[in-house]
């Protein structure tokens, strides 16, 4: 079974940190571009961050340049997301998924095989 699983998420201070974890079972995860993305209520789903399949290359949104970061460890079969400096704004379901064609682009519907998502909120 092709599946990504995130977890890490929890409850957070505002300027506080959290790293997610992304872990891929029944594929090579090394093949494959990632993406992050999070959807916070009565909102849509938006791009975050991505990660080329080597680690080499990133994408992020404006909103999370200077505060997050992504990385990877292939032979772990795990995508980190690292998130410093949290706002209240960024809390939200956070998902990773892996990029059809490779991509850094953060469009959701080029990714498949979605994770069941982790909770992430900030506040005091």
């Known amino acids: 079974q092709l599946q990504l699983v995130e977890s890490g998420g929890g409850l957070a201070q505002p300027g506080g940190s959290l790293r997610l974890s992304c872990a891929a079972s029944?594929?090579?995860?090394?093949?494959?571009?990632i993406g992050w993305f999070r959807q916070a209520p009565g909102k849509e789903r938006e791009g975050v961050s991505s990660?080329?399949?080597?680690?080499?290359?990133?994408n992020y949104a404006d909103s999370v340049k200077g505060r997050f970061t992504i990385s990877r460890d292939n032979a772990k079969k795990t995508v980190y997301l690292q998130m410093n400096s949290l706002k209240p704004e960024d809390t939200a379901v956070y998902y990773c998924a892996a990029h059809r064609l490779g991509g850094l682009g953060l469009f959701p519907h080029d990714y498949y095989y979605w994770g069941p998502g982790t909770q992430v909120t900030v506040s005091s």
């Open positions: 990660i080329s399949s080597s680690g080499g290359s990133t």
């Open positions: 029944g594929f090579t995860l090394g093949y494959y571009a």
